[in-house]
C-alpha cells in the first residue's frame, strides 16, 4: 500500500522560503513520475511541479518557474519542493502526488496521477 505524506508547510511572510517534503511509503520502485499540486479554496487543484524519472526533467507551471525547485532523493523516497520568493497568491494547500509507473504526461495531467498525499498548508502573508 503506498502513502504519501507530506511536511513542512506553514506560515512566512511575503519574499519568504518554505521547504516542504514528501515521504513515500509502501514504494519498491522509483515511480516515473513524481508531481507537487497546490489547491486555494475556491479554486481548482492545479499543477505546481513535477519530476519525470526517465528524462530526468522537470516541470514548473509559469507562476512558480525561477523562485521553487523540485528535487528528490530516490534512495531517502522523498520528493522536496523548495519554495522562495514567497507571494501571497502561493498560499494553498499542497499536495504531493505519484503517478503509480505510468507517465503523467507533460505538462503533467492531474488524471494520471494515482497516489496522493494528505496535503499541506502553506501561508503566505
Known amino acids: 500500500q503506498v502513502q504519501l505524506v507530506e511536511s513542512g508547510g506553514g506560515s512566512v511572510q511575503t519574499g519568504g522560503s518554505l521547504q516542504v517534503s514528501c515521504t513515500a511509503y509502501?514504494?519498491?520502485?522509483?515511480?516515473?513520475?513524481m508531481g507537487w499540486y497546490r489547491q486555494a479554496p475556491g479554486r481548482e487543484r492545479e499543477a505546481v511541479a513535477a519530476i519525470y524519472s526517465v528524462r530526468g526533467t522537470t516541470y514548473y507551471s509559469d507562476s512558480v518557474k525561477g523562485r521553487f525547485t523540485l528535487t528528490k532523493d530516490n534512495a531517502k523516497k522523498q520528493v522536496y519542493l523548495q519554495m522562495n520568493s514567497l507571494k501571497p497568491e502561493d498560499t494553498a494547500t499542497y499536495y504531493c502526488a505519484g503517478s503509480g509507473g505510468r507517465s503523467c504526461w507533460y505538462p503533467p495531467e492531474i488524471g494520471r496521477f494515482t497516489y496522493w498525499g494528505q496535503g499541506t498548508q502553506v501561508t503566505v502573508s
Open positions: 509502501g514504494y519498491t520502485y522509483t515511480d516515473v513520475c
